[in-house]
């Protein structure tokens, strides 16, 4: 699907990749009045929607005014493969931000959210033999030399979490400077926790309400959606049991893919990752 280049529709994307701060980032660029998709986060567009063309995609900006900054945080696009020529293709110029996380322990965390919205079941090697994403997504060299070859250095943001969790003004600063935003002090929301991370009631229940969520955002239903959050049914589908544990051989598993992914990442962003290597969550 070819666009014409509507380069006033997005000015940034956050692509992620999933829980590297991104909830974290869009809570506090929309108190500083980015325009962001009307009434939800992820649209889900440039990887599952984008059949449904650029009209489908621009309903969700028709609030925005024509100065405002526009913007849309999906970390589900980071390692998608036809999403960085899609951004293109709307808009050359668009700003790219990536954030990275210590792969085993994202990756541990990314298992922990697809069962809990009844994505998976089972064991952490049956999860990812069902969604290999889970594993893939965590190709951090793999996904960010697409994104650089696509849009170039100066256009795309690399940031480490553990720059977040150690200076969140400065990492916010950053993200400011670069999508050209005036950045704001927000100490209650530099100290807050977002999406904190428990196991759903049931599976079958968690994954027919997902299920239902991307049909009714699918058709922009987004008001059933944010009615039921509003109603709790949200907490009380997706969560209530502890989460379990990884064993060694889920380590040894992930190291196998990782080790060679951390040691490419190094010399292409010239930083040392080593405690990424010798850390064991």
């Not at 980032?25 to 990887?47: A, N, Q, R, W």
């Not at 293109?88 to 697809?114: D, M």
């Not at 309400?209 to 907490?235: A, E, P, T």
Request: aromatic share 16%; with cysteine.
């Amino acid at each position: 699907m070819n666009f014409e280049v509507k380069t006033n529709i997005l000015d940034f994307v956050a692509v992620g990749p999933e829980k590297t701060g991104t909830t974290w980032i869009y809570s506090y660029l929309k108190e500083l009045g980015v325009c962001f998709p009307l009434e939800v986060k992820e649209t889900f567009f440039f990887d599952k929607f984008y059949n449904k063309g650029l009209g489908w995609y621009m309903w969700y900006f028709k609030h925005c005014q024509a100065e405002s900054k526009k913007g849309e945080v999906a970390p589900t696009y980071f390692n998608v493969p036809e999403v960085p020529n899609r951004l293109y293709q709307i808009n050359p110029k668009i700003k790219i931000i990536i954030t990275l996380r210590n792969p085993y322990e994202r990756t541990k965390l990314l298992y922990f959210h697809e069962l809990r919205y009844g994505k998976v079941r089972g064991s952490f090697r049956q999860a990812v033999q069902a969604r290999p994403h889970i594993l893939n997504s965590s190709f951090y060299a793999t996904h960010v030399q697409r994104w650089l070859k696509t849009f170039g250095n100066k256009r795309v943001l690399i940031l480490l979490y553990e720059q977040l969790q150690a200076d969140p003004s400065n990492f916010m600063r950053q993200i400011c400077n670069f999508i050209d935003v005036p950045y704001q002090e927000k100490p209650d929301l530099f100290h807050q926790v977002i999406n904190p991370d428990e196991m759903s009631r049931n599976y079958i229940l968690a994954r027919v309400c997902s299920k239902l969520q991307d049909w009714f955002l699918s058709y922009h239903l987004y008001r059933i959606v944010n009615l039921g959050k509003k109603m709790g049914l949200q907490k009380f589908v997706y969560t209530g049991k502890a989460l379990p544990k990884l064993s060694e051989e889920n380590y040894k598993l992930m190291r196998n893919y990782f080790e060679p992914e951390i040691t490419r990442l190094e010399s292409m962003m010239n930083v040392d990752l080593s405690s990424w290597k010798q850390k064991v969550i």
